[in-house]
């Protein structure tokens, strides 16, 4: 322990969406705040989960659904935990194997990434297969409880495509991702960068969309916190959240990507080359003629409230969750999603700063066509365009109608009602 320093033990994936962690030490800003944060490389996010839960780690880069999914009892350890801050927007590819894309593009999938299109072609390439009595495509996924499952599920349901009846789902870690789909052993994956541009470089994999795309300004990571832990030194929680922000902030500024890009290629942290972490940073996506699409809104680090810990979100992973039979959308349930995620904490932490900060806990998600100011401390916040791919809204103050919506499509039951509200 550094001398007159907390010290504070992280956990994180190597992602290039664990920047603002990674950030916050290497650039000083955490110490500045009174912390020594101490980061640990993990192998998966089962690790992750499990190290918080027995208290080996304080803090974690994490997925932005498994605070609220082990609050439920969802894991096996059951950790608890809360969400002060956000560590951003965007960041995943979906990736299908090199094998399959001449199929796909004589069913119209297209080159632009656009995610109703390419929906529709791996939605017909996936009815074609059955037909002919082919093995179902088998999709990787980096936990069950994660935004790429959800938005994943999300994408493919759109269609008429359920997992667990006509594609499988197989939960592996990111950095294995290329490597399986290589070996064959999957057929697609969706994952956070740098693995897209890690299968795109090997020509094991081309990308068909982004989960920007599927749901612009969309959470993917969050700082948890283990609830024990903010509760026995809630102002180093405080300090930490000043900390990541500062450090998000210097992530979106462009005058530091190259620094960016070196700092997580470094050994202990992202461990990949340079050339492959800077495409994502740079919103570039490689097609399969070389050529490079730039994706807006692929990955935010700050700008937009990326950093806030939306009510909103929160519920909308739950409403998923409840879609797919995983949990009862009751009073209790909905109260206990609301208690993990902690925009009080953000705006504690950030009050003497001079942030903007968002005057409301929630927004209806998917109603931001273009940049729009909202209400804000400061009156100069600006939020980014939110739309979902197939046009819909999601209001948490109608959970149930959304709910009914979602299985009514699908030809499901709701789990709940959705009126615990």
């Not at 179902?136 to 599920?153: D, E, I, N, T």
């Not at 950095?175 to 789909?181: E, F, G, K, R, V």
């Not at 948890?224 to 922000?245: G, N, P």
Request: hydrophobic share 45%; aromatic share 6%; with cysteine.
């Amino acid at each position: 322990m550094t001398t007159g320093l907390t010290t504070i033990r992280a956990g994180f994936i190597p992602l290039t969406d664990a920047a603002p962690l990674i950030v916050a030490r290497t650039q000083g800003f955490a110490e500045r705040e009174g912390i020594d944060l101490q980061l640990s490389q993990e192998t998966s996010w089962a690790t992750i989960r499990d190290r918080l839960a027995v208290g080996q780690l304080d803090v974690a880069h994490a997925l932005a659904p498994l605070p609220i999914a082990g609050n439920l009892g969802l894991g096996p350890l059951d950790p608890s935990l809360i969400v002060p801050a956000a560590l951003g927007f965007g960041g995943n590819t979906i990736v299908m194997a090199t094998r399959h894309w001449d199929a796909l593009r004589a069913r119209g999938c297209p080159d632009d990434l656009d995610p109703a299109r390419t929906a529709d072609a791996v939605a017909d390439y996936i009815r074609s297969r059955d037909q002919s009595g082919e093995r179902r495509l088998s999709l990787g996924v980096v936990h069950p409880h994660s935004a790429h499952r959800y938005k994943l599920a999300y994408w493919l349901a759109s269609r008429g495509i359920l997992a667990g009846r006509d594609v499988d789902f197989v939960v592996l870690p990111p950095p294995l991702m290329s490597a399986a789909l290589e070996a064959g052993r999957i057929d697609g994956f969706c994952a956070g960068e740098p693995w897209g541009s890690v299968a795109t470089r090997a020509g094991a994999g081309v990308v068909l969309t982004t989960t920007a795309q599927i749901w612009r300004s969309s959470p993917e990571k969050v700082l948890a916190v283990r609830t024990a832990f903010a509760d026995r030194d809630a102002d180093s929680v405080l300090s930490l959240v000043r900390a990541i922000k500062a450090a998000s902030v210097w992530c979106d500024a462009a005058e530091n990507r190259d620094a960016l890009a070196d700092t997580l290629s470094a050994p202990g942290h992202v461990a990949q080359p340079v050339d492959v972490i800077r495409p994502g940073l740079d919103a570039r996506v490689t097609r399969p003629s070389g050529d490079a699409l730039v994706v807006p809104g692929f990955m935010t680090f700050d700008a937009g409230a990326a950093t806030f810990p939306w009510a909103s979100h929160a519920l909308w992973f739950a409403a998923q969750m409840a879609r797919w039979g995983e949990i009862q959308l009751d009073e209790a349930s909905v109260a206990a999603v609301r208690a993990t995620y902690r925009p009080s904490m953000y705006r504690r932490a950030l009050a003497e700063t001079g942030v903007d900060l968002p005057a409301a806990n929630a927004k209806v998600e998917g109603s931001i066509a273009a940049p729009r100011p909202i209400g804000s401390t400061h009156g100069s916040l600006t939020l980014d365009p939110d739309g979902f791919f197939d046009g819909r809204v999601f209001d948490p103050d109608s959970l149930a109608d959304y709910l009914g919506e979602l299985t009514e499509h699908d030809g499901r039951r709701p789990a709940g009602d959705g009126r615990g509200h």
